[in-house]
């Protein structure tokens, strides 16, 4: 079986009709729309026709939010239970929220008691 591995391998020849696409978290195969296409050629040399496949390749992982406070020093506090002084302003961030599928693009904040 031929293998191809994304963000190594863009074209693979191979002697066997079938094609393993070897994704992986190190290699993976980016949310989106790919196209593959195949030429196959015969004993004489004549090539086929391209034919296409489009693959969308689906992220429905949800991302993960992480709070820290941000101390005075810049030091975190990634506590989920943190005290600040009355009547003084304090920093969140929530920079180490992640997403495996992509990046987050927008953070919502929202004050829920107080």
Known sequence: MAKLIPGTDSAVKSDEPRLDVLASERAPLKPGKHVFQLVVS????NDSAPANV???VLDTTRPTAVIDL??????RNPDPVVQVPF????QLTG???????????IWNWTLLTG
């Open 95 to 105: 920079d180490r929220s992640s997403d495996v599928g992509g990046a987050v693009k």
């Open 70 to 75: 941000l101390n005075p020093d810049g030091s």
């Open 54 to 56: 489009t693959v969308i």
């Open 42 to 45: 015969d004993d004489s040399g």
């Open 87 to 90: 009547g003084k302003g304090f």
